[in-house]
C-alpha cells in the first residue's frame, strides 16, 4: 500500500504533463466542447439566427473532425453520427440561406 499512492501520484502526474505537452484536451473534455457549440448552434437555427447557426456548426464539425482523426477508437459511432448531423443541419441552412 505505501508504494500503491505513490506510483499513483506518479502516473497522475505523467498523464497531466503529457496532455500539457501535446497541447490539447483530452478527448472527452473535446467531446464535451463540440457537444455544447452543437446545442448552441441549434437553439440559434431554431432563433432564426442561420448565419450564427452555420458558423457554430462548422466550428463543432471541425472539433468533431479533429476528435476523429486524433481519437479514432474513441465512441467512433456517436462521433459519426454528430459529424453526419453538423453536415447535415450545415446543408439545410445553406439551401435556406441561398432561398432553395
Known amino acids: ?24 484536451p483530452p478527448a472527452e473534455l473535446q467531446f464535451k466542447t463540440a457537444y455544447q457549440v452543437l446545442s448552441k448552434a441549434d437553439v440559434a437555427r431554431d432563433a432564426g439566427e442561420d448565419a450564427h447557426a452555420s458558423k ?15 481519437y479514432p477508437d474513441w465512441q467512433p459511432g456517436v462521433v459519426r453520427f454528430r459529424v453526419t448531423y453538423c453536415n447535415n443541419q450545415l446543408e439545410a441552412l445553406l439551401k435556406k440561406i441561398d432561398g432553395r
Open 56 to 70: 457554430l456548426y462548422r466550428e463543432a464539425l471541425d472539433v468533431y473532425m479533429r476528435l476523429a482523426r486524433k
Open 1 to 24: 500500500m505505501r508504494l500503491f499512492l505513490p506510483a499513483l501520484l506518479c502516473l497522475a502526474t505523467v498523464l497531466r504533463l503529457s496532455a500539457v505537452e501535446t497541447g490539447e
